[in-house]
């Protein structure tokens, strides 16, 4: 009985995280995005990743730099995120 029991929250758990990686993926590469310790910042980490373009200006010249792809999480993502990457 016990046994079952664990199996079922695992499956749980299982079935929420899958939920939850699907949810938080790059718009950009399409990885999962990963935690950023200690915040509530979900970012792309694949180095192949272009990142999200932004330009801007230095001494008058138009430049561009790639901020990497983040997504923020709610109160219950972060908890989500927690069990996820700190288990
Ligand atoms: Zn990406």
Redesign the pocket.
């Known amino acids: 009985m016990k046994e079952n029991k664990r199996l079922s929250k695992k499956e749980y758990l299982e079935q929420r995280k899958n939920k939850f990686l699907k949810r938080y993926v ?1 718009k ?2 399409g ?1 999962p995005l990963s935690l950023v310790q200690g915040t509530n910042v979900m970012m ?1 980490n ?1 180095g192949e ?1 272009k ?1 999200i373009e932004r330009k801007y200006y230095e001494n008058g010249k138009e430049k561009t730099a790639h901020d990497p ?1 983040y997504m923020l999480l709610d109160e219950r993502g972060i908890q989500i995120a927690d069990s996820i990457f700190n288990s």
Request: proline share 0%; glycine share 12%; aromatic share 12%.
């Open positions: 790059c950009i590469c990885s792309c694949n990743c990142g792809f």
